[in-house]
């Protein structure tokens, strides 16, 4: 097995039993995911064929698509609301 997608598995794992914490604890876990996502799919893309990171793509923005709505939001200048259950 190519190690970009060993490495890819086991992020995918990760993301998952992160998903499972309560929102309070999965800031830092999540964060640290959220910036190797990116690494991880170039590495992918480097070893594979341009389906795999398409996919993989995909998989990232789906799992990551609140927090990527809220950076979005952020860039474009707005003041998006934080969930409540953040602040308990």
Do not use: C, K
């Amino acid at each position: 097995m190519i190690w970009s997608g060993a490495i890819a598995a086991v992020w995918g794992l990760a993301a998952t039993v992160t998903a499972f914490l309560p929102l309070r604890r999965q800031f830092v876990p999540g964060i640290v995911l959220l910036l190797a996502g990116p690494a991880v799919i170039g590495w992918l893309a480097v070893d594979y064929a341009w389906p795999v990171p398409v996919l993989a793509l995909l998989a990232f923005a789906s799992m990551f698509r609140h927090p990527l709505r809220y950076l979005l939001a952020r860039l474009r200048g707005q003041d998006p609301a934080l969930p409540p259950e953040i602040f308990r």
